[in-house]
């Protein structure tokens, strides 16, 4: 039996190896390196430009955070999303990048057991710390899916060749993202607690990373309890500690260069000269802009990340988006913040998730359980990332006594979460969060949504998004043609006679 995989030459470094297409039939798999192949190609899909352009389109794009920029017309499907034009023909909407992701990661959880079998030398632990990593990719991938479309189909098993049938029924979204939770919690134990160089404790899965994303799956959820136990579980590790990086040098450890310096950091996609991050290039300097967030309420005048994150365009309405793409430098003698005081990058990481996710995830799950001192302590876990990024405020930046109440405290961290995780594309899901929460996007549309699209009727705006089913992606119409049990998000169904053949 064969199957269509990126397979991985020998190198020393993990980030750079270079992909190699190849069938690779069942007697590929003899030894450990040959897993430890396969693993290193699950990382290496994700480094692909169109997955990552997915990130970045699917979190950021459709979020508040973000308008139409310079030169959104250089990628047409870019621009229709921002011009709320989206239907099934958007090359956004196609899922491939993840689900070849997501059957890299099935084949190695297929293959891997029997190379015990022939390498007498690859233990059981070996075997389930490489499993573990894996998962671990597999579920972030089909909870981002979820999130993304809502409506998803879900295997588990590895399709072995392209001309094979891929007809698979959609699952229910919240049954598929508990099934990733309980997977993962068998095999939460087995995974690396620290590998024996930085850049691996950052650029692959560790326990930590799969204790954070089932702490975001079980949020996803309404799952509070399993949201704090495991955002706790984070937060009680000895070994290999994490801490929230200073106000002087967080943005240089967390946004600029690889990463692995930084004590904050929970899990990266490392990016090298050989495989650089060109889409975060793209989309931040060019084709978007960032909201003018002075028309609203979000930073105050003393909040670092308001001039870190992104900076005005001369003579313009626009906003040059600045993390991961530039550093800013403070010029002796000048309050005033110009393009040229940032340095550029492009070979940047991405950060999938950081101490700082913990804090917010943790203090959101609180306040919407909000028992005994919860509120107190969602406000403490606050506080933290806010008077870091307003180091000119000392401690005690908030005041506690504006948050006293439920609805306040739930303002406070969603708010908190907006300008801590600007542009790290997250931003969009936890409007989602917000809406499944509710039962209803009318407040989120409203209350978010609409000023983005300052130039569109507001009730024409409110017609295309103001809907449980149009704030998640239609399917490709390609996808409806190769699978013909897939359903189509019914705000985005044309007619009942839609050609799938």
Not at 12 to 29: A, G, M
Not at 182 to 204: H, M, P, Q
Not at 285 to 298: C, G, I, N, P, R
Request: overall charge negative; charged content about 25%.
């Amino acid at each position: 039996m064969g199957l269509l995989l990126v397979g991985l030459t020998a190198c020393n470094d993990w980030f750079d190896i270079r992909p190699k297409s190849e069938t690779i039939l069942e007697d590929y798999w003899k030894d450990e390196s040959d897993v430890k192949s396969g693993v290193a190609a699950c990382y290496r899909a994700m480094q692909e430009n169109g997955f990552m352009d997915r990130v970045l389109v699917w979190g950021e794009v459709r979020s508040d955070n973000v308008i139409h920029g310079v030169n959104a017309g250089d990628n047409k499907d870019v621009e229709r999303i921002l011009n709320l034009a989206l239907n099934a023909t958007n090359e956004f909407t196609s899922w491939y990048e993840f689900y070849r992701v997501i059957n890299y990661c099935n084949t190695v959880i297929y293959y891997a057991p029997t190379v015990q079998e022939k390498d007498p030398n690859f233990t059981t632990a070996q075997l389930n710390a490489y499993l573990s990593e894996v998962k671990t990719i597999r579920a972030w991938c089909y909870f981002t899916l979820v999130r993304t479309f809502r409506d998803i189909p879900f295997s588990t098993d590895p399709v072995f060749d392209d001309s094979n049938s891929f007809e698979i029924e959609q699952s229910d979204p919240d049954q598929i993202v508990q099934f990733l939770i309980d997977d993962l919690k068998a095999i939460e134990n087995a995974a690396v607690a620290e590998f024996d160089n930085s850049a691996y404790d950052k650029g692959r899965i560790t326990r930590k990373a799969i204790w954070t994303l089932i702490a975001d799956m079980a949020l996803w959820l309404n799952d509070y309890q399993t949201a704090i136990d495991y955002s706790d579980k984070v937060l009680a590790t000895v070994g290999n500690k994490l801490g929230l990086e200073s106000s002087t040098d967080y943005n240089t450890k967390l946004f600029f260069g690889r990463g692995e310096s930084a004590q904050e950091t929970i899990f990266n996609l490392m990016f090298t000269g050989n495989f650089s991050n060109a889409p975060v290039n793209s989309m931040y300097e060019v084709k978007l802009s960032a909201f003018d967030f002075a028309k609203t309420s979000l930073f105050g005048t003393t909040d670092l990340r308001a001039k870190d994150f992104y900076c005005p365009v001369v003579q313009s309405d626009l906003f040059l988006i600045k993390k991961y793409v530039g550093l800013r430098t403070i010029r002796p003698g000048s309050s005033q913040i110009i393009i040229a005081d940032y340095f550029s990058q492009s070979c940047m990481h991405w950060i999938f998730y950081r101490l700082a996710d913990v804090y917010l995830l943790k203090a959101e799950a609180l306040v919407e359980r909000n028992q005994g001192s919860d509120l107190q302590d969602a406000f403490q876990l606050v506080s933290a990332t806010y008077e870091r990024a307003n180091p000119e405020l000392g401690e005690n930046a908030l005041n506690s006594g504006s948050y006293a109440s439920q609805e306040s405290m739930r303002e406070l961290v969603f708010d908190e979460r907006q300008r801590e995780f600007l542009f790290e594309g997250k931003r969009y899901y936890d409007l989602l969060r917000r809406i499944k929460r509710e039962g209803s996007a009318t407040n989120i549309v409203n209350q978010y949504l609409v000023r983005k699209y300052p130039h569109v009727d507001q009730a024409t705006v409110r017609s295309k998004i103001n809907d449980k089913n149009a704030v998640y992606m239609p399917i490709n119409e390609n996808e409806l043609k190769v699978n013909t049990l897939l359903k189509q998000n019914p705000f985005y169904v044309v007619s009942s006679d839609i050609n799938k053949n």
